[in-house]
């Protein structure tokens, strides 16, 4: 319906109330718009078409991701700066936030943008360029400016942050053009972009400490093992590309198996804070919230690991992964709605699991 405001411009405030569920279902939900004239409110729903765009520009730049991402780089910069509260109330944190959040939304609308063919064979819907919220065009437009964007906040950080800034911005094309096809090479970028934020944070400060590289080890061995995972959903159109991933060229089993080793050891490397670091040394909030991260990444194991026996099973009947490859095991992981249901779980599961992470270490520093 179209947006009405009242006539009257002497209204006493007016207010954007935005409902975050549009950006996972915007045929479901709207924004709306508050009116409070002398007391009396009024509300509005916003436009289709506005909904629609907004909630494709969200999921295009992956904003849920770049939060997380600002989260990390004011997580490294309160480690790295330690007592020192005089850097803390800085603009320089702001600016080294939204360079990281820039970036990564440059990066992942580039990525829509190169992946457009390969997103519509792998059929995936929650790509906007796929539904046609938004066009190839306008997914390039919006990482040339958030890059562009990114990289002028980074300028404004001290010179390592700035060089580290650069270099990533650099690799997101490396990645987006040609990195992503060789195996391992895209996972393990993609991981360390995950773990870049903490790394990020610390050079800003100007030092890295022990805290700060445990972090960023976790989150690069959970980062890796839901790349390796995600590729498996990703089969149909990566074999199209010659993506060279590890389903591809190892097999899905391999894959599989890949992918929980790196979350296992994740899990594991999650409890070293609660033994050895000094903020997290005997914290009981760290442990209680960490616990239930591990726990979720757990879960996701044991789905994989239902997976892996489904796929043992057909690589018993089939007897070669080569004839998997050409259709059997590409349609089962790519078509089989049940299979795809499934992976799709534990791409969304893994997700909420690094954002109760990241507030498993945020929580305790806020304490102290």
Excluded at 25 to 37: C, G, H, S, T
Aim: net charge positive; aromatic share 10%; hydrophobic share 50%.
């Amino acid at each position: 319906m179209p947006l009405r405001l009242p006539p009257d411009k002497s209204a006493d405030k007016i207010r954007i109330a935005f409902d975050l569920s549009i950006l996972m279902a915007p045929d479901k939900y709207a924004p709306m718009v508050e009116i409070r004239l002398h007391g009396e409110r009024r509300r509005c729903v916003m436009p289709d078409s506005v909904c629609r765009t907004l909630a494709a520009l969200w999921q295009l730049m992956r904003l849920e991701h770049g939060i997380m991402y600002g989260g990390g780089v004011i997580l490294g910069v309160f480690l790295a700066a330690s007592s020192d509260s005089s850097f803390l109330s800085s603009i320089t944190i702001i600016f080294g936030v939204l360079t990281a959040l820039l970036l990564q939304a440059g990066t992942f609308a580039l990525n829509d943008y190169c992946d457009s063919e390969v997103d519509i064979l792998n059929r995936r819907t929650d790509r906007p360029i796929v539904r046609g919220d938004l066009s190839r065009r306008a997914a390039l437009i919006v990482s040339l400016v958030a890059t562009s964007l990114g990289i002028a906040c980074a300028f404004f950080l001290p010179t390592p942050a700035f060089s580290f800034a650069i270099a990533l911005a650099t690799a997101a094309l490396a990645y987006d053009i040609k990195l992503k096809e060789i195996c391992i090479a895209g996972n393990a970028y993609i991981a360390f972009t995950m773990a870049s934020p903490f790394i990020f944070g610390g050079l800003i400060v100007g030092r890295l400490n022990s805290t700060t590289l445990m972090i960023a080890a976790i989150a690069f061995t959970t980062g890796f093992g839901r790349e390796v995972m995600k590729d498996i959903g990703d089969i149909r159109g990566d074999l199209i590309r010659n993506v060279r991933s590890i389903a591809i060229t190892r097999g899905i089993g391999t894959a599989l198996k890949t992918a929980i080793a790196f979350f296992i050891v994740s899990i594991a490397l999650s409890i070293l804070p609660f033994v050895l670091q000094d903020v997290y040394f005997m914290n009981f909030y760290y442990i209680a919230i960490i616990f239930v991260a591990d726990i979720m990444l757990m879960h996701v194991c044991l789905r994989l690991y239902r997976i892996y026996r489904t796929v043992t099973e057909c690589e018993n009947r089939e007897g070669s992964n080569e004839r998997m490859m050409n259709g059997v095991m590409s349609d089962m992981i790519s078509g089989r709605d049940v299979v795809r249901s499934e992976m799709e779980a534990c791409r969304r599961e893994t997700l909420i699991a690094l954002a109760v992470g990241m507030f498993a270490f945020m929580f305790p520093v806020w304490m102290v």
